[in-house]
């Protein structure tokens, strides 16, 4: 069975600090790895890794994949309340041309002032 | 570019009842999925559909059921409601092709409790 397992599940920083999110997956057919901002309703994307040890930036976010140790790292740097969401995971399986998204329970992150 | 739309927004049912939700992809998309989220079980996969035609399906009993039209408007019908349906229901939708593969754009989803 597919899984994804994100770490901490819980998080609370105050402004200004930096932090780091935690994604390992066991999955069959391995496609990519996607991360998700939720808010409100709507998870929104973030970044879409398919390639080890790229990292990939926008503006104080960034995140990278290990192929070899299956698990992702997510990083937000200057936090600002703003950034306070919960964070998802997912893993793209592939198979018969589907898409299919895993996800993980998410890291419910709380910037205080 | 408009996003995701999903309609109703919130709905209310009882046990026994049936219901059908509705969504919009982004103008282009061809494929359309549907997942559950729930506090527990987080956000799990229904479906997908793409062409017209379901390319997968989850874990999900029978009375959980979809369908696409030629516009690629998409609708979810669950049959027979359960207490344990009471989820936001969240569509998303993406390019579908396999070579380069967009990621899912996701709708406000449909806030659905079961009385």
């Known amino acids: 069975e597919d899984k994804v397992v994100q770490s901490p599940l819980s998080l609370v920083v105050h402004e200004g600090d930096t932090v780091t999110l935690n994604c390992s997956y066991e999955?069959?057919?391995?496609?990519?790895l996607l991360w998700y901002k939720q808010e409100k309703k709507a998870p929104t994307f973030l970044f879409m890794l398919t390639s080890s040890g790229i990292e990939k930036k926008s503006g104080r976010l960034s995140s990278i994949l290990d192929k070899k140790e299956l698990f992702s790292i997510l990083n937000i740097t200057a936090t600002q309340t703003g950034d306070s969401a919960v964070y998802l995971c997912a893993v793209e399986v592939s198979g018969a041309g589907s898409y299919q998204l895993t996800f993980g329970k998410g890291t419910k992150l709380s910037v205080i002032p | 570019k408009a996003g995701v739309t999903q309609t109703p927004r919130y709905l209310i049912k009882t046990r026994g009842q049936q219901v059908t939700l509705s969504c919009s992809p982004i103008s282009g998309h061809r494929s359309v999925s549907w997942y559950q989220q729930t506090p527990g079980q987080g956000l799990q996969f229904l479906f997908e559909y793409f062409s017209e035609t379901q390319r997968n399906k989850g874990n999900f009993p029978g009375r959980f059921s979809g369908r696409q039209f030629s516009n690629s408007r998409s609708e979810m019908n669950v049959s027979t409601l359960e207490l344990g349906d009471s989820a936001l229901y969240l569509c998303?939708?993406?390019?579908?092709?396999?070579?380069?593969?967009?990621?899912?754009?996701f709708g406000n989803g449909t806030r659905l409790t079961v009385t």
């Open positions: 998303a939708s993406s390019s579908g092709s396999t070579a380069p593969r967009s990621p899912l754009h």
């Open positions: 999955v069959t057919n391995f496609r990519s």
